[in-house]
């Protein structure tokens, strides 16, 4: 993501950093609030974290990389999330994968080119009766094959 750390974003990093100064301990509230200001945690953002707080680089990225609610990459505009559960692998989820691949240009954990789509596996979304399931942002689509995927993705133009 070009342009990651605009004025904007390094002045509410910076209140945000000066905010916890001196406390203890605030490292993973930070990097939450972080995240929300840039979308993601990349390295610059990681080491200006580890400058405010007085921390090791490599404290702030081992807190970044063991965690997977932090990402050091960019998502895009929707998180289409691709049940993994028994009931949607027995149903069919890895075909799933394969049609999205196919259509999106991208396997699990990417983002398509035009930044729209990121694609990750999750191990259950709770609709075992709908299965294969996937979840686009909020909004889950069950009982999926290639149609219904190709309408799903339809309606996001």
Aim: hydrophobic content about 40%; charged content about 25%.
């Amino acid at each position: 993501m070009k342009g990651v750390m605009t004025e904007q974003r390094s002045d509410a990093l910076q209140r945000l950093l000066d905010e916890f100064k001196g406390t203890e301990g605030p490292l993973i509230q930070v990097l939450h609030r972080a995240q929300a200001i840039f979308g993601y945690l990349p390295v610059d953002v990681q080491r200006a974290v580890a400058n405010g707080l007085g921390l090791p680089p490599s404290t702030v990225h081992g807190v970044v990389t063991f965690y997977n609610f932090f990402r050091t990459e960019p998502r895009g505009e929707h998180v289409i999330s691709v049940c993994t559960g028994t009931a949607c692998h027995v149903k069919g989820s890895e075909r799933v994968m394969d049609i999205l691949s196919e259509m999106l240009g991208v396997g699990l954990e990417e983002t398509t080119q035009d930044g729209r789509f990121t694609v990750q596996g999750v191990r259950c979304i709770g609709a075992c009766g709908l299965a294969p399931v996937i979840m686009i942002d909020d909004e889950v689509y069950g009982k999926l094959d290639r149609k219904r995927i190709e309408e799903i993705l339809a309606s996001f133009e």
